[in-house]
T-cell receptor, first 113, second 112 residues
Framework: GAGVSQTPSNKVTEKGKYVELRCDPISGHTALYWYRQSLGQGPEFLIYFQGTGAADDSGLPNDRFFAVRPEGSVSTLKIQRTERGDSAVYLC???????????FGPGTRLTVL | SQQGEEDPQALSIQEGENATMNCSYKTSINNLQWYRQNSGRGLVHLILIRSNEREKHSGRLRVTLDTSKKSSSLLITASRAADTASYFCATDLSGNTGKLIFGQGTTLQVKP
């Protein structure tokens, strides 16, 4: 079946601009996670959704970052007033309620100039 | 800070040899998962081992977990050039929501 998909695959923006990153989880997966990975590092947790609600947003670095999942499926990560330090690969993962395995999408590479 | 620490940071071996990567963590876990990543993009799930398990196998992969030492190891037997990638361990903490805490990874190069 289809895996987790993320769009766009690459996003180049200018400092101060607003960006939206989209994640389509695997059908039937109720849990959805966002991670951020900087070059040479492991992924860092940002936010976790169970259904439509954010169950844990403790990883969001500041109030410029926000994520939604209005219908419990697709999620959008929104970054306001982007900064060069936001440049990273943003990874999305989803998991089925009966397992703990997280399946990752290919990521969105965000570059802030 | 990162929960998991992988060792070594980089490993280079010849095709056919075995590769062993280690992961240490700091707090109690529900499970520990190993992932592979090629070219810095999507992670591929390899194996999950629960806190009450000591060893799991999947094909050429063998994972062990020692909760008393808070450590895990990933063994890849009879390595192939296609195994060249970065390998990460990730912990799902006890009582947690399921978010994973990743280490910094081990970069494995398998020379043909």
């Amino acid at each position: 079946g289809a895996g987790v998909s993320q769009t766009p695959s690459n996003k180049v923006t200018e400092k101060g601009k607003y960006v939206e990153l989209r994640c389509d989880p695997i059908s039937g997966h109720t849990a959805l996670y966002w991670y951020r990975q900087s070059l040479g590092q492991g992924p860092e947790f940002l936010i976790y959704f169970q259904g439509t609600g954010a169950a844990d947003d403790s990883g969001l670095p500041n109030d410029r970052f926000f994520a939604v999942r209005p219908e419990g499926s697709v999620s959008t990560l929104k970054i306001q007033r982007t900064e060069r330090g936001d440049s990273a690969v943003y990874l999305c993962a989803s998991s089925h309620p009966m397992t703990d395995t997280q399946y990752f999408g290919p990521g969105t590479r965000l570059t802030v100039l | 800070s990162q929960q998991g620490e992988e060792d070594p940071q980089a490993l280079s071996i010849q095709e056919g040899e075995n590769a062993t990567m280690n992961c240490s963590y700091k707090t109690s876990i529900n499970n520990l998962q190993w992932y592979r990543q090629n070219s810095g993009r999507g992670l591929v799930h390899l194996i999950l081992i629960r806190s009450n398990e000591r060893e799991k196998h999947s094909g050429r992969l063998r994972v062990t977990l020692d909760t008393s030492k808070k450590s895990s190891s990933l063994l890849i037997t009879a390595s192939r050039a296609a195994d060249t990638a970065s390998y990460f361990c990730a912990t799902d903490l006890s009582g947690n929501t399921g978010k994973l805490i990743f280490g910094q990874g081990t970069t494995l190069q398998v020379k043909p």
